[in-house]
Each structure stands twice: as C-alpha cells, then as structure tokens.
C-alpha cells in the first residue's frame, strides 16, 4: 500500500522593521516554535534550510529575499 506524499507546502512571509532578522527570531516570529531554545535545537539538529542549503546558526541574519523551509513550512523575507 502506498501513501500519498504531502509536496504541497505553506508560505509565510516575515515583513522586515530593520535591515536583518535573525534566523531563530524568524522562526519564533512566523509561529514555527515556540522559544529561542526551541529554535537552536531544531537548527542545531539540521532541520532548517537556508535558501536551499542547511543551517546550523541560530544568529545567522536574513535579508529581503532569503527564505527559510522548516516543518514543511516556507518563510520568506521581505521588505
């Protein structure tokens, strides 16, 4: 038996206030985890990618354009 494979994922999008956000302050401000140490589990464990390419930097900084995929969840950075 087969089961059918979920492709079809969500998009969030995260309006910058500054120049930068950092990738665990993105996570908690779309809603994807609840604490700052949360997110450095789920990002030191490599399940967040980058603009396609895993992440292990909590602080790294975003900028317009960059995406996040976390949880079958896509988050966009935009100005």
Excluded at 47 to 65: F, I, M, P, S
């Amino acid at each position: 038996m087969y089961l059918p494979i979920e492709s079809e994922t969500k998009m969030l999008t995260i309006k910058l206030k500054d120049d930068y956000i950092k990738l665990g302050q993105a996570l908690k401000a779309a809603g994807l985890v609840d604490t700052g140490a949360e997110a450095k589990i789920v990002i030191q464990d490599g399940q967040v990618k980058v603009n396609g390419d895993t992440e292990y930097q909590r602080g790294k900084k975003l900028h317009a354009g960059d995406r996040i995929f976390y949880n079958n969840e896509t988050i966009e950075i935009t100005e």
